[in-house]
């Protein structure tokens, strides 16, 4: 990059050595690009300790008198260090931007490390990235780094994603990823806020973290990098580092942005007409009179749209507040964060206040002490309705998607105006209504915090003790007036007469961690760093709910159980859980040349079996810098640097809930007696297994990060092979045996698969720059091994319906298992003795299925196969930056290919009923004047088979993000005395390419379970977003 | 300086040591009981029983409970008395009513799964009595009790398995004290040995006490055991046994060779057999229970969703009677009153409602007349009745017919008393001299009028095996006279498939005939 630093003119011209005493020496330090003072920049005079830090002008003062010209070790976060002679007062210093990685620190487990050292697999999201505009971080990191997978659970404003670091490792439990903010463990556990006493989509434990307070995310993928993890690092580890104060002055920043919300997509339905016409057919079908005649169809006309009433543009709006700064001892930042998203489902939405302190001092030479805290408030409206829809029905129960099934030829309100629930097609409520005048909140409060104190014994050995507590507190909020269709407990609030719940739900996390470094280099030659830890956490939560039902009024909502007619049975829980863990490292480096990393951890935690408590994790990791070997000089100008990596390990999965090992009972009432009175009954529901033990993933890893032409083009590639044994499997059991499950270490999965990233700095003068970034990750996942004896089983979809997918030995895990069909059966098919679906009434019109093999004369289950899998043959993302003066312009675009969706939703559409509305493909049904309509014939007859039809492709292309922004020249800033003056306007989500036929490709109704991922059973749906923000600092 | 500083660090370390000091692996269940604990007291014993009549009323996942519309829509949905709403949008429940079910139907599944989950409760308790020592019983013979009433929950389980599925395999040890391991590639029992397995529970049950406490009302009685045995021999056509049965159950002097001294009689009202007030009567053999109004985890059953608005175009949820069913009773016979409903009174209006559609009327049984029919009716308190003294009188004029070649005098007796009561009291006795055949069909019709809703009329006509008039079974004969059901039904339909799920995780399991691939 030398040939872009701009040398400072008075550097060259030689002066008079000129002896200055008892005088002030100054200078500004800039940035070479954008002449933009760098604040926090570190002047040191050479061969001394002497140093000062730039203010928030850049400008930097030593106040005891220098002798001139001085030599100057000038450095700054994110520029190269220069060493510099300053002639005289007034130097202006320019830094150039290190575009290499290769000397940054990374963030690895319990410590950092040079990434010329670094043997792992560990990958930083970019900073464009960060600084964009979202809900919840989860949110940004998909196509960010090759090789995590992103699915946002629905479009409902804090709501759950779906992530997975190269593939999902466990059939039954665990597939997320670890969190480390700020150095303290998190396992994302959405339980902890979902109490039950609301309901729907499960709410975002992540949600309660400000996106905008993040500095850093980085990645670990491989073992080498996340087997110091042990049981928790199977996943990945995803480590977040949060914004933090600098040496210097005093920094004020606000920043905010204010959105619109539309939605992004709608399905085609039937008006009212159309469905009076569907509904004769089925009249016809049944042998009934039709219940419209011609004139009374025509007079449907186009009816009610329930689907458009249910939703509306939304408004979005957030502020940010931040004061930082610090001197040689201390650094702060002092943030607060409001953020209001409403949803674009009425009544629905999410607000967010967050408050954060971080602070640390060095207390003497030797000791330091720091802290994090954070605090935040978060509100969740959302949609009522339940997530795995109404057990006991095939229809969605949500508060939206039963809004899609509401016939048409329903008025919404009345003539005066009100809602209308008198009409024969509403079952006595109005979905409209209930969706405005059900309570369904979530109030999440969370406090994260944790002290660290670091002992420097020595220069080289240190101790850290970091002692940290994650407090979770949510209370739920539920009630059903008696006017709404609303579920309220086993009926509706209709049915109970106004239905109240409450949740209160705690979960407490304590973590202690002790670390001893010791970090020397020998001879300029060796530098060794050894870690030795031992860590203890232990969790606490706590959960009650209480609901009561009949309500002579709906005045006091849930605030009042005791106004009451009926109390229901309140439940409460409480678990424990313990992890203590040893834990090694030794990382050695020649020369920086030839690297090794070599650890181990051991676990031990309370939930496994009395048996197995204990699990070991090691790893091993190798690296070779190429590029710094002699015979490499010859191409260094274009190849600048080049690194190989080979690494192998093994990580754990424990992520069961506590006491699942344990044969435990529950209980199961009934009633005796004249009058009746309850009895209480308990009875075995679990089946004990003491010898429960870890899931252990081993993970092969090799790399290669190549820098081309002075790192203007920078290339990581990985492959690797992922084997994860001794499953946690909740083995379905015949249900002869009185359980269903039991859970056991068996079975097998592998996730192999390459990824690519490569970044580009395609143009980069005094004026225009142009960077682009794509990122590549193909993943290849599939079930080695099930118990003896089994191939396959279906995991039991809670729908009532056929299970779509299938867990099988061969096919990766979340599979759907189904028939082919081929159009419509036509007479000459029966004519000719094609084979027709057995135990099924098939006529011509109907759905014509396809025999796996010719010659067969039925079709049986037999003929039922893989159809697709929701996991992509490949993802990849392209993200652009292009910078004018000012101005500057980026769009982002992420992708997958190959992945499919089992349209739940569509499948459900279009079986129409007497009662309910279907989509608009039934107009193309089979009829004796349409007999070459793509869809069978209306008739009351139910035949839902899970065929190819609703396994939809989604492979898609979306614009996740575009922006144009301008950064205001210092003549401006001056004069309203800022430092520095964005404002820019963005658009999310604003198109999305995919044949996908439901509201968004991205969708996963049953939220993180692995085997029913690519279910699509009616999903909140997605919005596309209009922003425009600023950010300033003072 | 270096001082303060050490001391600092020694105090920062010596908080953080004290606040995780003693972190232990081992589980502390706070939220569970665990099995070590358990099975110690007589408490205990009550609880784990009570747990096995709970499948009756409950499922463990808040699906319809066995007796509370599970059953139903196997021997009623899938019968020519019922037929599935327009309105019903699951298609496992829509199959039953057309005869288009399929081995992975989730709704034959539960079935399974709720029999076989309360067979596993009776083995629990069972398996885990047998360990609590005598002594824990303030009253002795408690203990013994406590296990015949297991024992009946179980044969009854047992008895609908093997009339729904055919062989079954026979599960007699729970898997938590077993272990699963043994039970995991069992095959299926043949049906004989299943049945010897319910006789020789429900003999043990005979000797359960003829009454109960007011405390214990609800629990299994030996009657209700004798009465259970006598339809299982006249299940197995074992005529004579069945007819030793039953003259236990019928009451000393009624008929010649009754013994019974339970007290049993017909309410003298057929509305009475289904109303909340009359519930646990002398007709009340053996109930399912069901209760309004406890709040506490009350019981749900949907037998009688049948009007959540009194607006007459909305459908009933999911109960609607065959049109065929209504025709066979005439205006007299209040049966038919009880039994359907057409009109509504409205206490919001004042005025009473008709619904008349194609699909009326409503089936109007297990309605409960207490609540509001501005509600719905899911907390509905009617019992359900598993053996009716009426079946009693039925069983025997059945069994009568059988041993004798032709009904006897005592098989019109019984036959006329169940119709006498359905009359009002007013005699509307069957012709004389029927045939064999005739009076059997006679009986079969009038059981149908009778227990409509009451989880019998598939298994009837299966029970009558072929119909020698047209060489095809009853089941087959009933079904294709309905529209919605005669394209599908066939032959195989006289048993339903061994759930799909249970072949595949444990391919021991053969399919019932015609059932495979289906």
């Known amino acids: 990059m030398s040939f872009f630093l701009v040398l400072p003119l008075f550097v060259l011209s030689q002066t008079t050595p000129e002896p200055l005493i008892n005088s002030v020496f100054s200078g500004t330090v800039t940035d070479s690009k954008t002449h933009a003072p760098l604040e926090g920049a570190t002047v040191q005079l050479k061969g001394t300790t002497h140093q000062v830090f730039t203010d928030n002008h850049g400008k930097f003062y030593f106040k005891t008198g220098q002798k001139l010209p001085a030599e100057l070790v000038v450095s700054y976060v994110g520029y190269e260090t220069l060493e510099t002679t300053a002639p005289g007062n007034g130097v202006e210093i320019s830094l150039v931007q290190s575009s290499t990685h290769l000397t940054e620190v990374v963030v690895v487990g319990y410590g950092t490390q040079r990434r010329t050292d670094l043997t792992g697999s560990v990958a930083s999201v970019s900073k464009s990235l960060l600084s964009q505009p979202a809900t919840s971080f989860d949110n940004l990191l998909q196509g960010s780094v090759p090789g995590i997978s992103v699915t946002q659970s629905s479009g409902q404003p804090g709501a759950t994603s779906t992530i997975r670091v190269r593939g999902g490792n466990s059939i039954s439990f665990g597939n997320d990823p670890l969190y480390v903010i700020d150095g303290f463990i998190i396992y994302n556990n959405n339980s902890y806020v979902n109490t039950g006493a609301a309901n729907g989509p499960a709410i975002n434990a992540l949600s309660t973290i400000n996106p905008s307070d993040i500095e850093s995310i980085d990645i670990l993928k491989d073992a080498s990098a996340t087997a110091i993890y042990g049981s928790h690092g199977a996943n990945g580890v995803v480590i977040i580092t949060t914004k933090r104060g600098k040496k210097g002055g005093t920094e004020i920043s606000y920043s905010t942005y204010l959105g619109d919300q539309t939605v992004a997509k709608k399905l085609s339905l039937l008006n009212a007409s159309q469905w009076g016409a569907l509904v004769n057919d089925i009249n016809v079908s049944d042998g009934k009179p039709k219940t419209y005649s011609d004139s009374a169809l025509a007079a449907l006309g186009a009816g009610s749209d329930w689907q458009s009433a249910a939703l509306r543009n939304a408004f979005q709006q957030n502020h940010e507040l931040s004061i930082s700064g610090g001197d040689e001892k201390s650094r702060y930042l002092i943030s607060g964060n409001y953020y209001d998203q409403n949803g674009i489902i009425l009544n629905s939405g999410f607000k967010r206040y967050n408050g954060r302190i971080n602070y640390e001092r060095n207390v003497t030479d030797k000791f330091k002490i720091s802290t994090n805290i954070f605090g935040s408030r978060s509100i969740v409206n959302a949609p009522f309705g339940g997530v795995y829809g109404n057990t006991t029905s095939a229809a969605p129960s949500g508060g939206f998607s039963s809004i899609l099934f509401t016939s048409p030829a329903a008025p919404i309100k009345n003539a005066d105006g009100t809602y209308n629930t008198t009409s024969a097609l509403l079952s006595a409520t109005n979905p409209i209504q209930d969706l405005l005048t059900t309570v369904n909140q979530t109030y999440i409060t969370r406090v994260l915090a944790n002290i660290a104190g670091e002992y420097k014994f020595t220069k080289d050995l240190t101790l850290k003790v970091t002692a940290g507590a994650d407090l979770i507190s949510s209370k739920q909020n539920y009630y059903s007036p008696n006017f709404a269709g609303s579920p309220a407990g086993s009926s509706t609030g209709y049915a109970a007469g106004g239905y109240a719940a409450v949740g209160n739900g705690t979960a407490t996390t304590w973590l202690n961690e002790n670390t001893l470094t010791y970090d020397h280099t020998f001879n300029e030659k060796h530098s060794l760093n050894v870690l030795a830890g031992y860590t203890t956490q232990a969790e606490h939560d706590e959960t009650a709910v209480a609901s009561a039902q009949k309500f002579t009024n709906n005045l006091t909502t849930f605030n009042n159980l005791a106004s009451a007619g009926t109390a229901n049975l309140p439940a409460s829980n409480s678990h424990d859980q313990v992890l203590n863990s040893f834990l090694a490292r030794v990382s050695y480096s020649y020369l920086h040349k030839y690297n090794v990393t070599v650890s181990e951890r051991a676990d031990g935690a309370s939930q496994l079996g009395a048996n197995n408590k204990w699990g070991y994790f090691p790893s091993i990791g190798l690296s070779w810098n190429v590029d710094k070997e002699d015979f490499f000089e010859r191409f260094s100008n274009a190849v600048t640097s080049l690194k190989v990596r080979l690494t192998a390990g093994q990580t754990g999965n424990s992520n069961i809930p506590a006491y699942s090992s344990l044969p435990s009972l529950t209980p199961t009432n009934y009633y005796f007696g004249s009058p009746q009175t309850l009895s209480t009954g308990l009875s075995p529901n679990q089946l004990g297994n003491p010898d429960l033990k870890w899931e252990t993933t081993t993970q092969y890893n090799g790399g290669v990060d190549v820098g081309l032409l002075h790192n203007r083009i920078n290339f990581t590639f990985d492959a690797y092979y992922k084997k994860t044994t001794d499953l946690l499997l909740n083995v379905p059991l015949p249900l002869y045996t009185g359980y269903a499950t039991k859970l056991e270490n068996i079975g097998s999965v592998e996730n192999k698969g390459i990824e690519i990233g490569l970044n580009t700095q395609n143009i980069a003068n005094k004026h225009f720059s142009w960077t682009s970034a794509v990122v590549f990750a193909l993943n290849r996942n599939k079930v080695l091994s099930l118990e003896p004896g089994v191939a396959s089983y279906f995991p039991t979809a809670p729908t009532g319906l056929v299970s779509p997918v299938i867990v099988k030995v061969g096919l990766p895990v979340g599979s759907f298992w189904g028939y082919s069909t081929g159009g419509l059966l036509t007479q000459t098919d029966i004519d000719k003795g094609t084979p027709l679906l057995a135990g099924v009434s098939q006529q011509v019109g109907d759905r014509k299925y396809l025999p796996l093999n010719p010659g067969e004369t039925v079709i049986t289950t037999a003929d039922k196969h893989y159809l697709g899998s929701a996991q992509p043959k490949f993802t990849a993302s392209f993200s652009n930056t292009f910078n004018y003066d000012g101005f500057d312009l980026g769009f982002f675009l992420s992708g997958a290919y190959g992945n499919k969706l089992f349209n739940q939703l569509q499948q459900n559409l279009e079986r129409p009923t007497l009662t309910t509305n279907a989509p608009t493909t039934e107009l193309d049904r089979y009829s004796a004047t349409n007999p070459n309509g793509s869809m069978p014939k209306a008739t009351n007859a139910p035949v839902t088979q899970v065929t190819d039809r609703y396994v939809e492709d989604a492979s898609y292309i979306k614009l996740k993000n575009i922006s144009l922004g301008y950064t205001f020249a210092g003549s401006v800033l001056s004069k309203i005395h800022a430092t520095k003056l964005r404002v820019y306007v963005s658009a999310q989500n604003l198109f999305t390419i995919t044949k996908y036929k439901g509201f968004d490709p991205e969708a996963s109704y049953y939220d993180i379970d692995n085997t029913k991922a690519g279910i699509d059973y009616g999903i909140y749906p997605s919005a596309k977003t209009f922003l425009a923000g600023l950010n300033v600092t003072f | ?518």
């Open chain 2, 1 to 518: 300086m270096k001082k303060s500083s050490l001391i600092l660090t020694i105090s920062f370390l010596t908080a953080a040591g004290i606040i995780t000091s003693c972190n232990k692996l081992t589980e502390k269940p706070n939220s569970v009981v665990v099995a070590s604990q358990y099975y110690k007291t007589a408490a205990d014993a009550t609880a784990a029983v009570t747990a096995a009549y709970n499948s009756l009323n409950s499922d463990p996942a808040g699906d319809f409970p066995m007796y509370g519309r599970q059953l139903n829509l196997l021997v009623d949905n899938n019968s020519d008395n019922q037929n599935f709403s327009p309105s019903n949008t699951n298609p496992d429940v829509r199959a039953l009513g057309t005869a288009t079910y399929v081995s992975a139907n989730s709704r034959i599944q539960k079935n399974w799964q709720q029999h076989y989950y309360g067979i596993s409760k009776a083995n629990v308790a069972i398996d885990n009595i047998a360990n609590i020592p005598l002594n824990q019983f303030a009253d002795t013979s408690l203990k013994p009790r406590l296990v015949r009433e297991a024992k009946f929950v179980r044969a009854l389980l047992y008895f609908n398995l093997v009339r729904l599925f055919g062989d079954v395999p026979l599960i007699l040890h729970d898997a938590s004290t077993t272990g699963v391991t043994q039970l995991l590639a069992v095959k299926r029992t043949p049906k004989d040995s299943v049945y010897l397995q319910i006789i020789a529970d429900l003999t043990d049950a005979t000797n359960l006490p003829a009454t109960y406490s007011s405390a214990n009302i609800g629990r299994a009685t030996g009657g209700a055991a004798h009465a259970l045995l006598a339809k299982v021999y006249a299940t197995r056509r074992d005529w004579t046994n069945a007819l030793a049965e039953l003259q236990q159950v019928i009451t000393a002097g009624t008929f010649a060779g009754a013994t019974g001294n339970y007290g049993y009689a017909l309410l003298p009202n057929f509305k009475d057999a289904f109303q909340k007030a009359t519930k646990n009567g002398p007709e009340h053999i053996f109930s399912a229970q069901f209760a309004t109004g406890l709040g506490a985890a009350n019981t749900t059953q949907f037998l009688s969703q049948s009007f959540t608005s009194f607006n007459t175009g909305v459908f009933p949820i999911d109960c609607i009677s065959d049109s065929s069913v209504v025709q066979i009773f005439d205006n007299d016979d209040t049966r038919k009153s009880v039994s359907f409903y057409t009109t509504v009174y409205n206490p919001a209006t004042g005025a009473n409602v008709v619904f008349n559609n194609a699909y009326t009327p409503y089936l109007n049984k297990f309605v409960d007349y207490s609540l509001s029919p501005l509600a719905p009716q899911n907390p509905s308190g009617v019992n359900y009745p598993i053996i009716r003294y009426s079946e009693i009188l039925l069983l025997y004029a059945e069994v009568q017919n059988e041993l004798n070649g032709g009904p006897t005098a005592d098989a019109y007796t019984a036959i006329n008393t169940v119709r006498t009561r359905a009359y009002a009291g007013v005699p509307h006795y069957l012709a004389l001299g029927l045939s064999q055949f005739d009076f059997r069909d006679a009986v079969f019709l009038e059981r149908r009028k009778e227990f409509i809703q009451e989880g019998q009329r598939w298994f009837d006509l299966v029970r009558r095996g072929i119909n020698p008039n047209t060489g095809n079974p009853y089941l087959v004969d009933a079904l294709k006279v309905i529209a919605a059901k005669s394209a599908g039904i066939a032959a195989k339909d006289t048993l339903y498939p061994i759930p799909q799920v249970e072949i595949q995780t444990n391919p021991n399991l053969t399919q019932n005939p015609g059932w495979d691939g289906h």
